[in-house]
């Protein structure tokens, strides 16, 4: 029996999905900040222990690893990245070529001023114009003299974005090539030079350079850890490289990885495991998805029933060139901590979120400061004895006093009302990001599913539902997993990209091929690549599917179109293509401009599929295990207890009610209800 083992690290807690033929197990461990291996070796670990096997012999009977990591996230929302030198054109340093982007912000700026510091910025003499036409030469000196002055600023990482580069990139190449003789390795040292030509394509040099900046500023920690994880597990006898998730929505190996590939990619796997369940299984095409982690909430709406990628999304506020699955991100995660606004006597909870460590109040760790998990803890939502199924043990005594101190006695209320009011805040301000992202999709939440998951999703979702006026909700058996779960839906997939800027001539309704054959050339060495790099990784030719992107611009202005994987060796072929430009059937579009081609090399691998289950009626009698007193806004309640790994497919339960596991716990409020569907989801709808 071989096995499919998906991985997933947030912030607090990293989640396993493995599978073995229809059976699949859930893994939760302790995230480990100081060293991220370390929980993806106990993930593993833990994975062996529960199918009664050494971790070799696990690895050894291992198809495929995919792994999604905040490694890179963290990096740059802690501003952890190295010190960035970077290299521009002259006339170009403070601005960036700010100027040639509309929607450049300060928040944009700011982050931006942060990573790149002033004093951090050289321009070089040289100049390349809008038609990749050499001006004026690259002056060899200024690059000594650039280089000799980011080092002796400190630098640890230098990026080259020249202007025009995206159109003829040999400036930034000559650059990169004087570095690397005039600064040998053993005199640079582990100071890495990355040209912009190397990370993204995109036309706008603003767009650009921040794309290899913001890349480079988490390359080094995504490179020294990534690399380490792929060698742990080679030493312990997985012999195939281990697959990094992208948040384009494919994975591929740790080399093929570009470090701005992981931003993001574990609640972009989430959502995509979404998407795949929401047609697939219920036909649905139109929902939002929560994940709730133990730092913040991500948010992603579908719309017409296809998980997309952004072409230029932001990151942090800063637009890049890269593809990227479409999140919003709300504060309001089970770590995230309460405290009270003096001015308007209210109670705000997040953006600060005491994370894995020192945790919540309740972990007895060295929190001090109340979180969401602590009030949850007080209102009775979660048992102090059976956290992860009884691993964690939580201390009530410490929440109900940090909260005490904290918010009840500085407002003169009781601990439970505080522990109420501070729940019901972060709902209110997760569920107004959750309405913004879905009304910016053009939608109205009271005509959407909601799917929730993470660790905190079944506990939130009635919640923000409610507010919202959503009436359907579904969760899953492998809930606090939801990410790890979306990365098995993920098959391998490598994109290449090559600027260009071919022009197409509509003379008469003829498009003369000879024009285009700079077009045919790129893709045939992208097919020639894509063919090589998957056999590299095991993968035979034939189980190749390709996709192809043209970024077209014409008098209709600039487009993304999806392509046939064509060469253009004939004429009509070009004539077709410009039809998919202006979707008219005669293609007639006069003159238009090609400025980029992205091919998609992706590999089928094997998916786990949700079983389907015989109805065992509505009783859920078996699955209940208690009564427990539960706050519910006007006091405590006697609220039964049920296991969810007892419920049978067909098993209802009106709330109120508490559902335990030991990865999480769904909360089913009064006028709410649960019933388990043929795929043992779990389906939360308002009561009638």
Known sequence: MHFTIDIDTGGTFTDGFITAGDRFELVRVDTTPHDLTVCLINCIDEAARRFQLSTQELLSRTAIIRYSTTVGT?????????????????????????????????????????????????????????????????????????????????????????????????????????????????????????????????????????????????????????????????????????????????????????????????????????????????????????????????????????????REPLVEGVRIGMPMITLGTAGGGGGSIARVDFDSKSIKVGPESAGALPGPVAYDLGGM????????????????????????????????????????????????????????????????????????????????????????????????????????????????????FGASTMNIMHPYERPLRITLRNRSGAYPVAEWQPFSRAVAEMVGSARRDMRGEGFAPEQLVFTLELGMNGAHGPRFVESPLIHLEREEEAKKLAGLYTSSSDGDSGELIIESVTLKAICPTRHYELRKYTDEGVDASKARKGVRNVYWGKGFVNTPIYERDLLKCGNCVKGPAIIESPDTTYVVPPNWGYRVDKYLNGILEVSP
Not at 111 to 121: D, E, K, N, T, Y
Not at 383 to 399: A, R, T
Not at 444 to 470: D, M, N, Q, V
């Open 369 to 484: 400061e109340p979180t969401v998990t602590d009030a949850d803890l007080v209102l009775g939502y979660l048992d102090p004895d059976y956290f992860l199924g009884g691993k964690k043990k939580l201390n009530k005594d410490k929440s109900v006093a940090a909260i005490n101190d904290f918010i009840a006695g500085s407002l003169g209320i009781p601990v439970e009302e505080a522990a109420w009011r501070i729940v019901q805040s972060s709902e209110y301000d997760v569920s107004q990001q959750i309405r913004e992202n879905i009304e910016g999709k053009g939608l109205k939440p009271e005509k959407l599913t909601l799917f929730a998951f993470g660790g905190g999703g079944g506990t939130r979702c009635c919640g923000y539902a409610s507010r919202l006026g959503i009436s359907k909700i579904i969760v899953f058996p492998f809930n606090a997993a939801g990410s790890a």
């Open 74 to 310: 963290n990096a740059l929302l802690q501003k952890k990245g190295p010190k960035l030198g970077l290299i521009v054109t002259e006339g170009y340093a403070d601005s960036l070529y700010a100027a040639t982007v509309k929607d450049s912000d300060s928040n944009a700026d700011d982050l931006m001023s942060a990573i790149v510091l002033p004093g951090m910025r050289v321009g070089l003499k040289e100049q390349i114009d809008g038609r990749g036409k050499v001006i004026q030469s690259l002056d060899k000196e200024s690059v000594r003299q650039a280089v000799e002055h980011l080092l002796d600023s400190g630098a640890r990482s230098i990026v080259i974005s020249l202007k025009n580069s995206a159109i003829n990139a040999a400036h930034e190449q000559s650059a990169r090539a004087i570095i690397d003789s005039e600064y040998p390795r053993h005199y640079l040292g582990s100071v890495r030079v990355l040209p912009a030509s190397a990370v993204t394509s995109h036309h706008d040099d603003y767009v650009r350079t921040c794309t290899a900046a913001l890349n480079a500023y988490i390359h080094r920690d995504m490179v020294r850890y990534l690399y380490r994880a792929d060698e742990l597990l080679r030493q312990r006898g997985y012999r195939k490289p281990l697959l990094v998730v992208h948040s384009s929505g494919g994975a591929a190996r740790v080399a093929k990885t570009t470090a701005l590939n992981t931003y993001n990619s574990g609640p972009a796997a989430g959502f995509i495991g979404c998407g795949k369940i929401a047609g697939e299984l219920y036909a649905i095409n139109d929902f939002v998805s929560v994940d709730v982690g133990g730092t913040s909430v991500d948010i992603g709406v579908c719309r017409g029933g296809k998980v997309a990628a952004d």
